[in-house]
C-alpha cells in the first residue's frame, strides 16, 4: 500500500517537473561565482529564484536582494520546482526576504545535505524536499506557520529536526517514510495531516501536545520502532490506522476527548499491553485493536455503545474485559481467537452480538444480564456467536425468572448449562459422612485435582455435583 501510494505521487510530480518550461528573466551571478536565475513578480517589483535545467551545484546562497540593470529587488520568492533533481546541490541558504518556497522546490536532489531557511518563511510548500535523500540539516526559522504535504517525505539521512513553536500544522505526508528518530511537536500546532509521519521506523516516542485536536489516518502508522505515544487531553480525533503496525508501543491512554477509536487505529500493535480508553469514546470501529496479541488488560469507558467487527480479533493474550453498562452493540468476530478469556458478563443493555463475536473462545461462564434475550447463532451455525465448546461446557447465569426465556431463544437454548442468578466462589463442604470420592472433567476423564471449568465430582455415599472451578 505505501510502495504502491508513493510512486503514484511521484509520478505526478516529476510529470509536472519533466514538462516545466526552461525560461527565465535574466540570470546574475553571485559574488561567490553561482548563477543564480530569476523571474520578475509583483509586477516587477521583486524577484524569485526560478528553475533552470537542472544546473544548480555546489553551495548555493539565495541573496536577500540584488541589484539588476542598476535596480535593486528583494528576492522574495522561490519558483516552484526550481532546484529540483540538481543532482550537484550539496547546500543552500535562503535569504531573509523569501517568504515562500514553492512546491516540490528542492525535490529529488539527492545529494542536498544542509539547508538553512531564511527568517521570513512562513509555509514550506508541498513536496519542497521530497526525496532529498542524503538531507541531513535543516534549519526552520520561528516565521513558519506550515510544513506542507510531502515536505519532507523520502529524507531517509534526516534523523532530527527542530520545528519551531511557530507552526500550527504539520501536512500529509509531511515526514512520512523519513530517518527521523525524535521529534518534538509544539505545543501551538492543532493538526497532525494523514500519513505524516507514516513509515519513519527509526522514531522511538512521540509527544502530542494539548493544542493538537486532530491526528489524521496512517498519521503513525508503521513506525515499527515507537515505543510510547502520549496523546494530549484535547485530541478529538484519531484517524484511521493512525498508529497501525507501531509493533513496539506497549501502553497507551486515549484522553477523554477522544470520541471514537477508528477503523484500525492500533491493529498490529503486537507490542500492547494494555489500554486505557477515555469515557467520551462512543464507538470502538472494525479491526481496531487486531490482532494486538500482547494485549492483557483493556478499560473500556462508560460512554461506549458499540465495539465493532473484529475489534479485538485475535488478541490472544486478552485475560478479562469489563463491558460498560450502556453498550449496545458487539459486531462480527469482535472478541474472535481471544483464547485467555475464561468469563463475561453481558450488560442488560446489549441488544445484538454478531456472528462468532466471541468465536473459539471457551468460557467456563458467562453471565448475561441481559433480561429480554434475543437471537443469537446457535452452535450448529457456521457463524456460531460462542465456541461449541462454551455452549457445551459453560454455565450461562441469566437473571431470576428468565431461565424459560433463554431456553426458548435461538442461540441461547443450546448452552446445555443454564442457571438462575450469579457464579459465586466454589467451597467443598465436607463432612465425616460426605466426602469427594472421583473428580471427573467433562468429557468423562478422571483427574486428580481440580481443573479450570467444570468439574463433576461423585460423592462417596454415591451421590454427584457440579461445580466451577475459576
Request: aromatic share 10%; glycine share 8%; with cysteine.
Amino acid at each position: 500500500m505505501a510502495t504502491k501510494k508513493i510512486c503514484v505521487l511521484f509520478t505526478i510530480l516529476f510529470s509536472i517537473v519533466g514538462v516545466k518550461a526552461f525560461a527565465y528573466d535574466f540570470a546574475l551571478e553571485n559574488a561567490d561565482g553561482v548563477t543564480i536565475y530569476y523571474n520578475y513578480i509583483n509586477d516587477g517589483k521583486e524577484v524569485e529564484v526560478a528553475y533552470h535545467n537542472n544546473s544548480y551545484k555546489g553551495n548555493v546562497v539565495i541573496p536577500k536582494e540584488i541589484t539588476y540593470m542598476n535596480r535593486s529587488f528583494k528576492v522574495t520568492s522561490i519558483e516552484s520546482s526550481a532546484f529540483a533533481s540538481c543532482n550537484e546541490l550539496t547546500s543552500v541558504t535562503i535569504g531573509d526576504n523569501v517568504t515562500t518556497i514553492g512546491y516540490g522546490a528542492f525535490c529529488n536532489s539527492l545529494n542536498l545535505t544542509s539547508v538553512i531557511i531564511g527568517n521570513s518563511v512562513t509555509s514550506i510548500d508541498k513536496a519542497a524536499f521530497w526525496l532529498c535523500a542524503g538531507l541531513v540539516s535543516v534549519t526552520i526559522p520561528n516565521s513558519v506557520r506550515y510544513i506542507g504535504g510531502g515536505a519532507f517525505l523520502g529524507c531517509k539521512s534526516l534523523t532530527s529536526i527542530t520545528i519551531p513553536n511557530s507552526v500550527t500544522e504539520i501536512g500529509s505526508q509531511a515526514f512520512q517514510n523519513s530517518g527521523l528518530t525524535s521529534i518534538v511537536i509544539p505545543n501551538r500546532v492543532t493538526s497532525i495531516g494523514d500519513e505524516a509521519f507514516w513509515l519513519c521506523s527509526g522514531l522511538t516516542s512521540i509527544v502530542i501536545p494539548n493544542s493538537v485536536t486532530s491526528i489524521g489516518n496512517s498519521a503513525f502508522a508503521e513506525c515499527s520502532g515507537l515505543t510510547s505515544a502520549t496523546i494530549g487531553n484535547s485530541v478529538t480525533t484519531i484517524g484511521q490506522q493512525a498508529f497501525y503496525k507501531c509493533s513496539g508501543l506497549t501502553t497507551l491512554a486515549i484522553p477523554n476527548s477522544v470520541e471514537s477509536i477508528k477503523l484500525r487505529v492500533f491493529s498490529g500493535c503486537t507490542s500492547l499491553t494494555s489500554v486505557t480508553i477515555g469515557n467520551s469514546v462512543t464507538t470502538i470501529d472494525y479491526g481496531a485493536f487486531e490482532g494486538c496479541t500482547s494485549l492483557i488488560s483493556v478499560h473500556l469507558g462508560n460512554s461506549l455503545l458499540s465495539i465493532g467487527a473484529l475489534a479485538f480479533s485475535g488478541c490472544v493474550g486478552l485475560t478479562s474485559i469489563t463491558l460498560p453498562h450502556r453498550i449496545s452493540t458487539i459486531g462480527y468476530n469482535a472478541f474472535e481467537n481471544c483464547w485467555s478469556l475464561s468469563a463475561i458478563t453481558i450488560p442488560n443493555s446489549v441488544t445484538s452480538i454478531g456472528l462468532y463475536a466471541f468465536g473459539d473462545v471457551d468460557f467456563s461462564n458467562i453471565v448475561s444480564q441481559v433480561e429480554n434475550p434475543f437471537i443469537i447463532k446457535g452452535k450448529s451455525s457456521n457463524a456460531r456467536t460462542f465456541s461449541e465448546n462454551t455452549y457445551n461446557n459453560a454455565i450461562l447465569y441469566v437473571p431470576k425468572g428468565t431461565k424459560e426465556k433463554y431456553k426458548s431463544t435461538e442461540g441461547w437454548k443450546d448452552f446445555l448449562y443454564i442457571e438462575e442468578g450469579s457464579p459465586s466462589s466454589i467451597t467443598n463442604i465436607e463432612s465425616e459422612d460426605t466426602k469427594e470420592y472421583k473428580r471427573y472433567t467433562l468429557d468423562g476423564r478422571v483427574v486428580k485435582n481440580s481443573r479450570k471449568g467444570i468439574n463433576l465430582i461423585q460423592m462417596n455415599n454415591g451421590s454427584t455435583k457440579k461445580v466451577l472451578v475459576k
